[in-house]
């Protein structure tokens, strides 16, 4: 079965600097995606940014960007210049390919942004 | 930007009664779920739904629980009947096809008392 593992429950960062993420998981197949989501004190989950595991490239969203390790089983969120605004839950989720699949969450990192 | 619609924004029941959870999905997305979130914890999957029957369901997703999409446009969670423990958030969402991200809804939060 799929696990996805986020193995810092929160994290704090200054306004303006870098923060990294991390996120495990563990799946025997080849075909599948990774995601990022946001979750706000409002408690709507917003997609950050999202992977494919057959792409060698990291993706990248402004901002955000991914470093994706597939050997290694890791897909950790790093977040340049930080602001105000991106305090909130991050969860990092799996799904695995094919046409069909469901989403599968880690426990979620609380990212604290201090002025 | 098309979004997903889930009302209400919050329902308070009492233990025992059933509840419907309503959503409309994106108009041309193909696949649908359901998930919750007990508070403090992680989003958890319940059931999909495609070409208008269930395609995976959890464990969580007992027969109390059931989903319809009646008019080609709604989908709903409907629980029988509630008990305390199925207080959490109700996230709906709603995808396209291929490798098309997830949308999801602003959520139902349930209150059983």
């Known amino acids: 079965a799929q696990t996805v593992t986020q193995s810092q429950p929160e994290m704090s960062v200054q306004e303006a600097e870098t923060v990294t993420l991390s996120c495990t998981y563990d799946?025997?197949?080849?075909?599948?995606?990774l995601f990022w989501y946001k979750q706000p004190p409002s408690r709507q989950m917003i997609l950050v940014i999202r992977q494919e595991a057959y792409k060698q490239q990291n993706a990248t969203e402004n901002r955000f960007s991914v470093n994706f390790q597939k050997a290694a089983k890791s897909f950790s969120l790093k977040i340049s210049d930080s602001q105000l605004g991106d305090a909130a839950m991050y969860f990092c989720?799996?799904?695995?390919?094919?046409?069909?699949?469901?989403?599968?969450f880690g426990k979620g990192t609380k990212l604290s942004v201090k002025p | 930007e098309p979004e997903v619609t889930q009302t209400p924004s919050h329902q308070v029941t009492q233990m025992g009664q059933e509840v419907i959870l309503r959503c409309v999905p994106i108009s041309n997305h193909l696949y649908f779920y359901w998930y919750r979130q007990i508070l403090g914890q992680k989003v958890e999957f319940l059931v999909s739904?495609?070409?208008?029957?269930?395609?995976?369901k959890s464990e969580i997703f007992d027969d109390q629980f059931s989903v319809e999409r009646p008019d080609g446009s709604n989908f709903t969670l409907k629980i029988r009947s509630t008990k305390l423990e199925d207080s959490a958030m109700y996230f709906c969402?709603?995808?396209?096809?291929?490798?098309?991200?997830?949308?999801f809804g602003s959520g139902t939060r349930l209150t059983v008392v």
């Open positions: 989720a799996f799904r695995y390919g094919g046409s069909q699949g469901n989403l599968i």
């Open positions: 739904f495609y070409n208008n029957e269930i395609s995976e």
């Open positions: 969402a709603s995808r396209r096809d291929g490798n098309y991200g997830y949308t």
């Open positions: 799946t025997s197949e080849s075909d599948y995606y």
